[in-house]
């Protein structure tokens, strides 16, 4: 399991974080999503032979957030 953590320029309001929290489950082969609120930051677990770290930040920018940088482990 790979996890990548997003760092995201800003969150607005908590809908926005369940906006994204709630695209990002729906993708085929995401595990785990939490949004950090306060921190601006989205941690999120997922089967890198499914999905990718740059697909899950790409769906986070197509929502309309700008991902200011992301870490993959």
């Known amino acids: 399991m790979s996890k990548a953590i997003l760092q995201l320029d800003a969150l607005s309001c908590p ?7 709630g695209a990002l489950e ?23 032979d499914r999905i990718s770290a740059d697909q899950l930040s790409n769906t986070v920018t197509d929502l309309g957030y700008e991902v200011k940088s992301m870490k993959v482990k």
Do not use: R
């Open 15 to 21: 809908s926005c974080m369940q906006k994204i929290q």
């Open 26 to 48: 729906k993708q085929a082969g995401v595990e785990t999503v939490k949004v950090l609120f306060n921190a601006a930051k989205v941690k999120a677990e997922f089967d890198a």
